[in-house]
């Protein structure tokens, strides 16, 4: 059983930076891939950024250039670096585990194991 925990949202202004970070225990031998995710009021989940236990790393399109997902080497900690934020990146961002296939990494269905997620607010 893998159990994730979120912790660094909050408030920033737009062109400002935060790092969310993701504590993983209980680590599965099948996961093969981690990422981050994000929902809006209102609307879908959203795939943000995927990596895989090799390091090949997946942007879904409003995280490129912008955002890197990045795990330590102990595979404890997944973290997202955010720059350059924007009103639109407001949402809930949840930290996600998965035994994923060779495609559509970015899919919610890949992820079996979630955080209960971290806030991020951006005002213009």
């Known amino acids: 059983q893998v159990r994730l925990a979120e912790s660094g949202g909050g408030s920033v202004q737009a062109g400002g930076s935060l790092r969310l970070s993701c504590v993983v225990s209980?680590?599965?031998?099948?996961?093969?891939?981690m990422a981050w995710f994000r929902q809006a009021p209102g609307q879908e989940r959203e795939g943000v950024a995927v990596?895989?236990?090799?390091?090949?790393?997946w942007y879904g399109d409003s995280a490129k250039g912008r955002f890197i997902i990045a795990q330590d080497n102990s595979k404890s900690r997944l973290y997202l670096h955010m720059n350059n934020l924007k009103p639109a990146d407001t949402a809930m961002y949840y930290c996600?585990?998965?035994?994923?296939?060779?495609?559509?990494?970015?899919?919610?269905?890949?992820?079996?194991?979630w955080g209960q997620g971290t806030q991020v607010t951006v005002s213009s």
């Open positions: 209980g680590y599965a031998y099948s996961t093969n891939c």
């Open positions: 990596i895989r236990t090799s390091g090949e790393t």
């Open positions: 996600a585990a998965g035994a994923c296939g060779d495609s559509d990494l970015l899919r919610r269905d890949q992820y079996t194991s």
